[in-house]
């Protein structure tokens, strides 16, 4: 079962605990965390990579409209917003920023609950588009423009994020691909034995690092830093190398 990961964010005590018992009584929802504010917000969404933001409209310093439209600018996968507001006034707008919806307070379960369902509904559909990989394949099959394009997972140096596109730079630096396809979708796909995401926007394929530092590692003459959340994970791999 598809499980979606989530930030709740709004300044309103008693409206933030509903949005985050709401998602704990959903099970396909999980709380990574929340906050009160648009500025903690950003640095926790650059953290924490959530599948979807249920995010107030009226804040301080910086709004959620403000916010939304400032992670459209960001690199990397893009979540999914549902705006939590008490002003219905602002529901233009949200379309604008591609939010998936537009919660008006004080809202019920049930509205909380549909709107929740759109954003799953979307990621099963994004799931079942792209050929399933097994730890057993050598190959995976990309829609790159009009075609779908076989790529060796072989010939995989890296794979980097680019907004909601992904590049998969081959052994044969003339021949890398762009698909429009999430970085954390394409890493359920390939086998975890042989590929590992080590930051928020590459995942490498084991076999080809050739060699590590304190916070690096290095595919040829690319060094590509292992991020905070991904650092014990990967310790424990490079550990089982040096046993």
Not at 53 to 73: C, H, K, S, W, Y
Not at 106 to 129: C, D, G, I, T, W
Not at 162 to 167: A, G
Request: glycine share 2%; proline share 5%; with cysteine.
């Amino acid at each position: 079962m598809i499980v979606l990961r989530c930030i709740a964010v709004d300044d309103e005590p008693l409206a933030l605990r509903l949005v985050e018992t709401f998602i704990e009584q959903t099970p396909f929802l999980q709380l990574a965390c929340s906050c009160d504010n648009a500025v903690e917000a950003m640095s926790l969404i650059r953290e924490q990579q959530p599948d979807i933001v249920f995010l107030d409209i009226n804040m301080p310093n910086l709004t959620g409209m403000e916010l939304a439209r400032l992670l459209q600018e960001q690199p990397g996968p893009l979540p999914k917003i549902i705006f939590t507001t008490a002003y219905n006034h602002y529901a233009i707008e949200g379309y604008r920023v591609n939010a998936v919806d537009y919660l008006l307070k004080p809202f019920s379960y049930e509205e909380f609950l549909r709107a929740a369902n759109k954003v799953l509904q979307m990621s099963e559909e994004a799931a079942n588009q792209y050929p399933s990989v097994t730890a057993d394949d050598e190959f995976i099959f990309l829609k790159v423009e009009y075609q779908w394009v076989r790529i060796s997972l072989k010939d995989i140096l890296y794979i980097e994020s680019l907004k909601d596109y992904v590049k998969v730079h081959l052994e044969d630096a003339q021949k890398s691909v762009m698909s429009l396809i999430s970085l954390k979708a394409l890493e359920e796909k390939l086998p975890a034995s042989k590929f590992m995401r080590i930051n928020r926007s590459f995942i490498v394929p084991l076999e080809k690092i050739n060699s590590i530092s304190k916070n690096s590692i290095f595919i040829n003459k690319t060094e590509i830093t292992v991020g905070e959340q991904y650092k014990e994970t990967f310790k424990t791999i490079v550990e089982k190398w040096l046993k």
